[in-house]
């Protein structure tokens, strides 16, 4: 069964250094997205993405966060200044079609922790 | 009012019993309508999605979906403790929204 991966599984960074989330999308997949669960709250829409460009994003996700598709198959989350409420489960997910007609596909997660 | 709501639990059942989860939603614009499953610092899992009103079956899950009344459903028969973890609705008109999850609790 394809998968999302993600790495690493677990980050720990100090406050202010810049972090990078990755993420191998399923291959034929089309639509991007990362979201976010801080330990025990709801897992919440940071952004998508769609031919090389952002579609939507939240208002978490400020300039402080980035994503990029650098090639074919990488998938980045960039966190310019990580702040200490940065702590939290980050998910890359992919479509195939935007509307979720086929559900979203999770990966397994990088645990983010902001000391 | 949340666009989403689902109770949190915890649900505790025995073994055997019948899951009942649900849902409800005030945007008439969700499209698509899933359930996942999440295990404790992990990725949430796809179980079922449909985007039509009326039952969706698969295994022992069965998916409901009440357009008129927004309201959706998941039925789990004959639990097993392998199915504690939290289960979590998810609706989509683009992006996907999640609900809370509600912890569920199979006891042998």
């Known amino acids: 069964e394809p998968e999302v991966t993600q790495t690493p599984s677990h980050q720990v960074t100090q406050m202010g250094q810049e972090v990078i989330l990755r993420c191998v999308p399923i291959s034929n997949h089309l639509y991007f997205y990362w979201y976010r669960q801080i330990l025990g709250q709801k897992v919440e829409f940071l952004v998508s993405f769609y031919n090389n460009e952002i579609s939507e994003k939240s208002e978490i996700f400020d300039d402080q966060f980035s994503v990029e598709r650098p090639d074919g198959s990488n998938f980045t989350l960039k966190i310019r200044s990580t702040k200490l409420e940065d702590s939290a489960m980050y998910f890359c997910?992919?479509?195939?079609?935007?509307?979720?007609?086929?559900?979203?596909?999770f990966g397994s997660g990088t645990r983010l922790t902001v000391v | 009012q949340k666009e989403v709501e689902q109770d949190p639990g915890p649900l505790s059942v025995p073994e055997g019993a019948i899951v009942s989860l649900n849902c409800t939603y005030s945007n008439s614009a969700f499209q698509y309508f899933m359930w996942y499953r999440q295990y404790s610092r992990k990725g949430p899992e796809l179980l079922m999605y449909?985007?039509?009103?009326g039952n969706k079956e698969d295994g022992r899950f069965t998916a409901q979906v009440d357009k008129s009344s927004k309201y959706i459903s998941l039925f789990i028969r004959d639990s097993q403790p392998s199915d504690s973890a939290t289960y979590l609705c998810a609706l989509s008109w683009g992006k996907l929204q999640f609900g809370a999850g509600t912890q569920v609790v199979v006891t042998p």
């Open positions: 997910a992919s479509t195939r079609g935007g509307q979720g007609s086929d559900g979203y596909t």
């Open positions: 449909t985007y039509s009103s």
